[in-house]
């Protein structure tokens, strides 16, 4: 059961489940049998990809905004986002008719940017090597008069995140080991607190990349390990510390973090290309790397793995599906 000290309950992730029910897509889960021969288990891949918006971060952004009062909703919201987080808030207040502002690394891939503006937001952008996003954001919010939600480190945020791993588990069935994708952590917390609650023995597993495991180093030392940014093509996953919110659900929840490298990340991208036929992005390939690559031992088990997001650019997927300099 849940601890009540941390943010959120499996109550809240199965009230959010409701709360975005009409609006999020309900996606699929695939399998395939050469994923399994390679690994001994029978995997369920919980294809976030095919979200709305294209990954798992719009479920928490709906289930947020919907909460707003009136005087928030006339304030409008304002976030910080390489690019999911902004995509989906984006979408989410124009569905419910928030006028919204993105703070967005200069560097973040094109797509996500165009893509921001063309669901209406006003995109700000800035240098993530120079300077501090969270301090950014938290001043422009108070010169605008609007609230900010944050990618990760929000209970409302965290919830709705959750409701991936309760329809993963609903449609799938019991698993004995959920592998999940880590950045900040509002996906790992949210989905910890879900499969906890529906399977109190399950094993679950958070999978960052190796140039940036400030989750791993958190984990085993037992407080929020904070480092500079991260180079690695899994640009979602390049945060430089877990939340508030989401570290003490992680280090109760959690059984331990795993890291793939780059490459191992480029691989598994080209599993999804050819053998299943779907794009995922580097960072929406996280923890199926760590299965496929075999940084865990998962045969004779049954596994659910959350592929986060697919939002790469094309010509990008090419150069590294292809082996090019990226």
């Given at each position: 059961?849940?601890?009540?000290?941390?943010?959120?309950?499996?109550?809240?992730?199965?009230?959010?489940?409701?709360?975005?029910?009409?609006?999020?897509?309900?996606?699929?889960?695939?399998?395939?049998?050469?994923?399994?021969?390679?690994?001994?288990?029978?995997?369920?891949?919980?294809?976030?990809?095919?979200?709305?918006?294209?990954?798992?971060?719009?479920?928490?952004?709906?289930?947020a905004?919907?909460?707003?009062?009136?005087?928030?909703?006339?304030?409008?919201v304002?976030?910080?986002?390489?690019?999911?987080?902004?995509?989906?808030?984006?979408?989410?207040?124009?569905?419910?008719s928030?006028?919204?502002?993105?703070?967005?690394?200069?560097?973040?891939?094109?797509?996500?940017?165009d893509?921001?503006?063309?669901?209406?937001?006003?995109?700000?952008?800035?240098?993530?090597?120079?300077?501090?996003?969270?301090?950014l954001?938290?001043?422009?919010?108070?010169?605008?008069?609007?609230?900010?939600?944050?990618?990760?480190?929000?209970?409302?945020?965290m919830?709705?995140?959750?409701?991936?791993a309760?329809?993963?588990?609903?449609?799938?069935?019991?698993?004995?080991?959920?592998v999940?994708?880590?950045?900040?952590g509002?996906?790992?917390?949210?989905?910890?607190?879900?499969?906890?609650?529906?399977?109190?023995?399950?094993?679950?597993?958070?999978?960052?990349?190796?140039?940036?495991?400030?989750?791993?180093?958190?984990?085993?030392?037992?407080?929020?390990?904070?480092?500079?940014?991260?180079?690695?093509?899994?640009?979602?996953?390049?945060?430089?510390?877990?939340g508030?919110?989401?570290?003490?659900?992680?280090?109760?929840?959690?059984?331990?973090?795993?890291?793939?490298?780059?490459?191992?990340?480029?691989?598994?991208?080209?599993?999804?290309?050819?053998?299943?036929?779907?794009?995922?992005?580097?960072?929406?390939?996280?923890?199926?790397?760590?299965?496929?690559?075999?940084?865990?031992?998962?045969?004779?088990?049954?596994?659910g793995?959350?592929?986060?997001?697919?939002?790469?650019?094309?010509?990008?997927?090419?150069?590294?599906?292809?082996?090019?300099?990226?």
């Open positions: 059961m849940t601890a009540p000290h941390l943010a959120i309950t499996y109550g809240d992730v199965a009230a959010a489940h409701d709360r975005i029910r009409e609006a999020a897509h309900r996606t699929p889960v695939l399998t395939s049998r050469t994923a399994d021969a390679l690994t001994g288990a029978q995997l369920f891949f919980k294809a976030e990809n095919f979200q709305r918006m294209g990954a798992f971060k719009f479920r928490g952004a709906y289930n905004i919907s909460q707003f009062t009136a005087e928030q909703k006339r304030g409008g304002l976030a910080f986002s390489s690019g999911n987080h902004a995509q989906a808030i984006a979408l989410a207040a124009r569905e419910l928030v006028a919204a502002v993105i703070l967005m690394p200069q560097d973040a891939p094109q797509m996500k940017i893509a921001t503006r063309g669901y209406g937001a006003e995109v700000v952008l800035f240098d993530r090597y120079k300077e501090d996003r969270e301090a954001a938290t001043r422009l919010a108070t010169e605008r008069g609007m609230t900010l939600i944050p990618p990760y480190d929000h209970p409302h945020v919830a709705g995140q959750g409701t991936a309760k329809e993963l588990i609903e449609d799938a069935g019991e698993l004995d080991i959920l999940v994708c880590l950045g900040g509002g996906l790992l917390s949210g989905c910890a607190v879900a499969a906890r609650a529906l399977n109190p023995n399950i094993a679950i597993y958070g999978v960052e990349p190796e140039a940036g495991n400030d989750g791993q180093q958190s984990f085993r030392s037992g407080s929020i390990v904070h480092i500079d940014t991260p180079c690695t093509i899994a640009d979602g996953a390049q945060t430089q510390h877990l508030n919110f989401t570290f003490p659900v992680i280090r109760s929840l959690v059984d331990d973090i795993l890291t793939v490298t780059d490459d191992e990340l480029v691989q598994t991208m080209k599993f999804f290309a050819s053998r299943m036929k779907i794009v995922v992005e580097p960072t929406g390939c996280l923890a199926a790397a760590a299965v496929l690559q075999g940084k865990l031992d998962v045969k004779g088990k049954r596994v793995v959350i592929l986060s997001g697919g939002n790469v650019d094309l010509a990008r997927f090419a150069k590294l599906t292809l082996g090019e300099a990226v």
